[in-house]
């Protein structure tokens, strides 16, 4: 995730986008350490790659409005069925009839 979609997403001020750019910037830091990192076996870095992510993602929320907020669950959610091959729960009609 970067800032500039952020921004744009969730319509960040200034302050905001103050705020948040070093949290961005930390996680993309520890990221690049940890795949860098030859030592953890590759079961032990997703889990931690999980724990950086949801860090990040606490902090950031942190920063936001309750409207922000809701937004940005709701793209956390997207990005994490787009990358499993999820879709929309209810994209499929229900068929109930007997």
Do not use: C
């Not at 921004?7 to 860098?36: C, F, G, N, Y």
């Not at 950031?60 to 956390?76: G, H, V, Y």
């Amino acid at each position: 995730m970067n800032i500039d979609r952020l921004t744009t997403a969730l319509s960040l001020t200034p302050d905001e986008v103050k705020a948040i750019t070093p949290i961005l910037d930390q996680e993309k830091t520890d990221m690049q350490a940890l795949r860098s990192d030859t030592s953890t076996p590759q079961a032990d870095k997703m889990a931690k790659f999980k724990e950086i992510r949801d860090a990040a993602n606490a902090k950031i929320s942190a920063q936001l409005t309750p409207d922000q907020q809701t937004k940005f669950a709701a793209m956390q959610t997207r990005m994490r069925g787009g990358r499993h091959g999820g879709g929309a729960p209810d994209a499929a009609p229900s068929t109930s009839g007997s």
